[in-house]
């Protein structure tokens, strides 16, 4: 325990906290002040009624301030042991001085506790204040007091070094007034490699355990550099102008990320990169600019070298401290010469502006301070704006745990409505705002290892600007660990798990029916669409709980789904494949039908078609034929209504009109009067009859006689048999030995139509019977001409039309259909492409159609 060598004061007293005084920036009536050196016991709190509470509510760990004049009350801080595994963790170095132990800086090591004596204000109206100093109780996670280099690396970034190596990310920030260290600790002493700070010796660790790990992971190292200076943004790996203007999920966008081979290496790279930065700024001295150094840190799996397993990184920031002494901010003090740029500004002018009112123009003097745009207070000014920015965001950041906390208990209780409107709260968190916040937006993300390494320059010229550093450690320190509470195995790299783990999982999980390929054949759209939105779903219960703060954070994860997404499209296409298959084998089955029914005479093109249509489209022609016979049973109702009303008007000894519909074999005698019921083959006969073609009523003709025989395609096996569509037999009339010559001879030379015509005249044919005929070759011309089809050449028997007799043509032997079956597997590979095509296609709509494309998507 701190003693005071007052000894007036032994325990700190507590104080109203609304007393507590709060100077975020140094404002140039501040200045004043400062010059008389009267300081008010500035401490660094919350600064509106909610950051206090929020301050209050926090373990007793952080050393929330408890009063006027303290930053804490010593007997609530808990030892580091205590410390949530997660939290930012705040390590105080004191740089060596003769002061420390003086009656103003006091270190207990034991305790970890730093305690300032705090001088009263003595214009103070409370008489009180005026007698007693007040002191300030810092308690740190460690404390670190004429500390060797490799302690403090050892006590601030081994621990840091090893978890990024497993893939939790971490961050070492370095705060403190001016030459307090904060270079010495994070690069150490150029030129003196004894003295080598904590980055070049985090550095030397990673290839330890890379040469250490190297059976199981390859690890790959890169060094990026930037310097951040008043919301501009410079590479110093590459030494450019500030070109840098946003920050993305991997840090600044357009930073140089160099690979490090080896230890050398990226030591060289350090020193480069500091040695620039010194010449840059030589010019200006006054120039205060915050360094970081991002180390990338990517874990190959050594036997898939496409494989990742994962990506983490430590951020090494050093952040410039403010001016604290007047003189420092004097143009002199940058020793470059006098200029109105480097000093305090001239008088701001004066800016006459006119405005209107209802009663008149009136004349307005209105101030407009330009600000400081250069020099050392435009300097310190912006960086006090930029440790202000972060402080805000650590507040804001603590405050967004209080609410979501505060919604789950709402949730709990079942207020649910309530608790949705969380979602106003989780949007993010003004880092935009401020480059430097950007830039260290991972250390809000909630996974990262935190390290605030607080020096102090234990010398009364610099009591605010340590004061300062403590406010920002403080705040830091607000800051949520991990929301779940307590896992050291963070995330940032899926959950620890490696990419194929995790893919397995996710295919085991949803889809075990898919990893047996067999079950493929069998998936139905329906079920695909299932499976799919299974994923969807899988994979947004395991965004909501792995805790997004970054989309860098979840491209892993995005990468297993677009994996999982690939393989089920391609089931999904497999499926749609088969579909397309069957439709093309229809449509070859409809072309083949075509071609029987070119081979039997019917050159119609209106009945082909239908043909056609019946075969691709079942359900349209059993509609059309209910709609043919629908009209036809009007029809026949309406002409047997004809009828009755002509039977009544005419004398009853006139003989009835029997309509001779057909003569010879098989034909009927159609009667128009329907009572008969000459029968449904007979109306369909007729319904069915081709215009033009010679039928049943062209009595006298060329005496062609249509018969019907049954459909000449087989359906394919699992398809229901097509509507079994007649198909007219076309049976030569006796002709004479001349006419059979001319029929021979147009076969043989004569042009297709008039082949077709002759080749119907001599020949009937019932039916290919084959399974899958396809588009026929006229080949005869001698006697008995033939008709060349897949399974085979079908005999044309020209004699059959000279005596009128039949012989149907069987060609629907097993060997046959196999031949034909043979015959469409390869026309069908020929056309595989196209069928790729369609079923890509098909595969697409149904995707975009079954699959409500959930928003995150849009991520990738
Ligand atoms: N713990 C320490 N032990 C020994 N020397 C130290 C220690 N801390 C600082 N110093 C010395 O103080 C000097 C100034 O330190 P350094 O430049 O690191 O301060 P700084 O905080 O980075 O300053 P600035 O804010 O100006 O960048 C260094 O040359 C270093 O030798």
């Given at each position: 325990m701190a003693t005071s060598t007052d000894g007036n004061a032994p325990n700190p007293p507590s104080v109203e906290r609304d007393s507590i005084a709060q100077p975020p920036v140094l404002a140039p009536d501040n200045l004043e002040r400062e010059g008389s050196r009267q300081l008010n016991p500035v401490v660094p709190v919350a600064q509106n009624p909610s950051q206090t509470e929020s301050a209050n509510n926090e373990p007793p760990t952080t050393g929330t301030p408890a009063g006027e004049g303290t930053l804490a009350d010593t007997g609530a801080a808990g030892p580091p042991s205590q410390q949530k595994s997660g939290k930012p963790q705040v390590i105080v170095r004191i740089r060596p001085s003769p002061n420390v132990g003086n009656n103003l800086f006091e270190v207990d090591v034991e305790t970890k506790t730093i305690q300032i004596r705090v001088d009263r204000d003595h214009k103070s109206q409370d008489p009180k204040s005026r007698l007693h100093?007040?002191?300030?109780?810092?308690?740190a996670d460690n404390v670190l007091e004429n500390s060797?280099?490799?302690?403090?690396?050892?006590?601030?970034?081994?621990?840091?070094?090893?978890?990024?190596?497993?893939?939790?990310?971490?961050?070492?920030?370095?705060?403190?007034?001016?030459?307090?260290?904060?270079?010495?600790?994070?690069?150490?002493?150029?030129?003196?490699?004894?003295?080598?700070?904590?980055?070049?010796?985090?550095?030397?660790?990673?290839?330890?355990?890379?040469?250490?790990?190297?059976?199981?992971?390859?690890?790959?190292?890169?060094?990026?550099?930037?310097?951040?200076?008043?919301?501009?943004?410079?590479?110093?790996l590459t030494l450019g102008p500030y070109e840098i203007n946003d920050v993305g999920d991997r840090g600044p966008k357009g930073m140089y990320i160099?690979?490090?081979?080896?230890?050398?290496?990226?030591?060289?790279?350090?020193?480069?990169?500091?040695?620039?930065?010194?010449?840059?700024?030589?010019?200006?001295?006054?120039?205060?600019?915050?360094?970081?150094?991002?180390?990338?840190?990517?874990?190959?799996?050594?036997?898939?070298?496409?494989?990742?397993?994962?990506?983490s990184r430590i951020t090494f920031a050093e952040i410039a401290s403010a001016p604290d002494q007047k003189s420092d901010l004097e143009p002199s003090f940058s020793g470059t010469p006098m200029s109105t740029d480097n000093c305090a500004p001239p008088p701001p002018p004066k800016i006459e502006t006119k405005f209107k009112t209802k009663q008149g123009i009136f004349p307005s003097r209105r101030c407009c301070n330009p600000g400081y745009t250069s020099g050392p207070l435009a300097e310190s000014i912006a960086v006090r704006r930029d440790i202000f920015a972060l402080e805000q965001i650590f507040l804001k950041a603590n405050e967004m745990q209080k609410i979501k906390k505060y919604f789950a208990k709402l949730e709990e209780l079942g207020l649910a409505m309530i608790a949705s409107e969380k979602r106003r709260y989780t949007t993010g968190?003004?880092?935009?705002?401020?480059?430097?916040?950007?830039?260290?937006?991972?250390?809000?993300?909630?996974?990262?290892?935190?390290?605030?390494?607080?020096?102090?320059?234990?010398?009364?010229?610099?009591?605010?600007?340590?004061?300062?550093?403590?406010?920002?450690?403080?705040?830091?320190?607000?800051?949520?660990?991990?929301?779940?509470?307590?896992?050291?195995?963070?995330?940032?790299?899926g959950l620890g798990r490696t990419e194929d783990q995790i893919l397995h999982e996710v295919i085991t999980n949803i889809a075990p029916d898919l990893m047996n390929s067999s079950n493929v054949e069998n998936l139905t759209n329906e079920k695909m669409k299932g499976i799919q939105e299974q994923a969807v779903r899988y994979f947004e219960n395991n965004i909501d709980s792995m805790k997004i703060c970054s989309k860098e954070k979840v491209k892993l994860m995005f990468e297993n789904f677009r994996v999982l997404w690939n393989f089920l499209w391609e089931l999904e296409l497999n499926v749609s494949l088969r579909k397309a298959q069957e439709d093309m084998k229809l449509a070859l089955a409809a072309?083949?039908?075509?071609?029987?029914?070119?081979?039997?005479?019917?050159?119609?093109?209106?009945?082909?078609?239908?043909?056609?249509?019946?075969?691709?489209?079942?359900?349209?022609?059993?509609?059309?034929?209910?709609?043919?016979?629908a009209k036809k049973k009007k029809d026949k109702k309406r002409e047997s209504m004809e009828f009755k009303v002509a039977e009544e008007k005419r004398p009853s000894t006139q003989p009835n009109v029997e309509g001779q519909a057909s003569s010879g074999e098989g034909g009927e005698a159609r009667k128009l009067s329907g009572s008969g019921g000459s029968g449904k083959g007979e109306e369909k006969k007729?319904?069915?009859?081709?215009?033009?073609?010679p039928g049943q009523e062209q009595e006298g003709g060329d005496g062609i006689q249509v018969t019907f025989s049954a459909t000449n395609v087989v359906p394919f096996e699992g398809e229901p048999p097509p509507p079994t569509e007649p198909i007219p037999q076309v049976v030569a009339p006796p002709s004479t030995p001349g006419e059979e010559q001319k029929r021979e001879s147009s076969v043989l030379g004569a042009p297709r139509s008039q082949a077709i015509l002759v080749e119907r005249q001599a020949s009937t044919v019932k039916g290919i019977g084959g399974s899958l005929p396809v588009t026929p070759v006229i080949q005869g011309g001698e006697e008995g001409g033939a008709v060349a089809t897949p399974s085979g050449v079908l005999p044309t028997d020209s004699s059959v039309g000279g005596e009128g007799a039949q012989e149907e043509v069987k060609v629907s032997s097993e060997e046959e259909r196999a031949a034909l079956a043979a015959k469409l597997e390869q026309q069908i590979s020929s056309n595989f492409e196209e069928m790729k095509?369609?079923?890509?296609?098909?595969?697409?709509?149904?995707?975009?159609?079954?699959?409500?494309?959930?928003q995150w998507m849009s991520l990738f």
């Amino acid at each position: 325990m701190a003693t005071s060598t007052d000894g007036n004061a032994p325990n700190p007293p507590s104080v109203e906290r609304d007393s507590i005084a709060q100077p975020p920036v140094l404002a140039p009536d501040n200045l004043e002040r400062e010059g008389s050196r009267q300081l008010n016991p500035v401490v660094p709190v919350a600064q509106n009624p909610s950051q206090t509470e929020s301050a209050n509510n926090e373990p007793p760990t952080t050393g929330t301030p408890a009063g006027e004049g303290t930053l804490a009350d010593t007997g609530a801080a808990g030892p580091p042991s205590q410390q949530k595994s997660g939290k930012p963790q705040v390590i105080v170095r004191i740089r060596p001085s003769p002061n420390v132990g003086n009656n103003l800086f006091e270190v207990d090591v034991e305790t970890k506790t730093i305690q300032i004596r705090v001088d009263r204000d003595h214009k103070s109206q409370d008489p009180k204040s005026r007698l007693h100093p007040s002191f300030i109780y810092f308690p740190a996670d460690n404390v670190l007091e004429n500390s060797s280099q490799d302690d403090t690396f050892n006590v601030v970034a081994s621990e840091i070094v090893e978890k990024a190596m497993q893939g939790t990310p971490g961050m070492i920030v370095a705060v403190g007034p001016e030459v307090s260290g904060k270079t010495f600790s994070l690069f150490g002493l150029s030129g003196r490699y004894r003295n080598r700070g904590i980055i070049a010796r985090s550095l030397e660790k990673l290839f330890e355990i890379k040469d250490r790990k190297k059976e199981e992971t390859d690890f790959k190292f890169g060094i990026g550099i930037i310097e951040v200076r008043r919301e501009k943004i410079r590479d110093l790996l590459t030494l450019g102008p500030y070109e840098i203007n946003d920050v993305g999920d991997r840090g600044p966008k357009g930073m140089y990320i160099e690979e490090v081979d080896c230890l050398e290496h990226g030591l060289g790279l350090l020193l480069r990169a500091l040695i620039g930065q010194k010449l840059i700024h030589q010019e200006a001295a006054f120039e205060r600019f915050h360094t970081i150094v991002y180390m990338d840190i990517v874990a190959i799996s050594p036997t898939a070298p496409d494989l990742i397993q994962f990506y983490s990184r430590i951020t090494f920031a050093e952040i410039a401290s403010a001016p604290d002494q007047k003189s420092d901010l004097e143009p002199s003090f940058s020793g470059t010469p006098m200029s109105t740029d480097n000093c305090a500004p001239p008088p701001p002018p004066k800016i006459e502006t006119k405005f209107k009112t209802k009663q008149g123009i009136f004349p307005s003097r209105r101030c407009c301070n330009p600000g400081y745009t250069s020099g050392p207070l435009a300097e310190s000014i912006a960086v006090r704006r930029d440790i202000f920015a972060l402080e805000q965001i650590f507040l804001k950041a603590n405050e967004m745990q209080k609410i979501k906390k505060y919604f789950a208990k709402l949730e709990e209780l079942g207020l649910a409505m309530i608790a949705s409107e969380k979602r106003r709260y989780t949007t993010g968190h003004n880092v935009r705002q401020n480059k430097l916040a950007h830039c260290l937006k991972d250390i809000l993300d909630g996974v990262t290892e935190i390290r605030i390494l607080l020096h102090v320059r234990p010398d009364k010229a610099y009591l605010r600007s340590s004061l300062e550093a403590m406010r920002f450690a403080e705040r830091a320190r607000l800051v949520p660990a991990n929301l779940d509470g307590g896992s050291t195995k963070r995330v940032g790299t899926g959950l620890g798990r490696t990419e194929d783990q995790i893919l397995h999982e996710v295919i085991t999980n949803i889809a075990p029916d898919l990893m047996n390929s067999s079950n493929v054949e069998n998936l139905t759209n329906e079920k695909m669409k299932g499976i799919q939105e299974q994923a969807v779903r899988y994979f947004e219960n395991n965004i909501d709980s792995m805790k997004i703060c970054s989309k860098e954070k979840v491209k892993l994860m995005f990468e297993n789904f677009r994996v999982l997404w690939n393989f089920l499209w391609e089931l999904e296409l497999n499926v749609s494949l088969r579909k397309a298959q069957e439709d093309m084998k229809l449509a070859l089955a409809a072309q083949a039908s075509s071609a029987a029914w070119t081979v039997a005479g019917d050159d119609d093109d209106g009945l082909r078609n239908q043909s056609n249509a019946n075969l691709v489209n079942k359900k349209s022609t059993m509609r059309r034929m209910k709609k043919e016979k629908a009209k036809k049973k009007k029809d026949k109702k309406r002409e047997s209504m004809e009828f009755k009303v002509a039977e009544e008007k005419r004398p009853s000894t006139q003989p009835n009109v029997e309509g001779q519909a057909s003569s010879g074999e098989g034909g009927e005698a159609r009667k128009l009067s329907g009572s008969g019921g000459s029968g449904k083959g007979e109306e369909k006969k007729r319904s069915l009859q081709p215009p033009g073609v010679p039928g049943q009523e062209q009595e006298g003709g060329d005496g062609i006689q249509v018969t019907f025989s049954a459909t000449n395609v087989v359906p394919f096996e699992g398809e229901p048999p097509p509507p079994t569509e007649p198909i007219p037999q076309v049976v030569a009339p006796p002709s004479t030995p001349g006419e059979e010559q001319k029929r021979e001879s147009s076969v043989l030379g004569a042009p297709r139509s008039q082949a077709i015509l002759v080749e119907r005249q001599a020949s009937t044919v019932k039916g290919i019977g084959g399974s899958l005929p396809v588009t026929p070759v006229i080949q005869g011309g001698e006697e008995g001409g033939a008709v060349a089809t897949p399974s085979g050449v079908l005999p044309t028997d020209s004699s059959v039309g000279g005596e009128g007799a039949q012989e149907e043509v069987k060609v629907s032997s097993e060997e046959e259909r196999a031949a034909l079956a043979a015959k469409l597997e390869q026309q069908i590979s020929s056309n595989f492409e196209e069928m790729k095509k369609i079923a890509r296609r098909q595969a697409f709509h149904l995707l975009r159609a079954g699959v409500k494309r959930p928003q995150w998507m849009s991520l990738f």
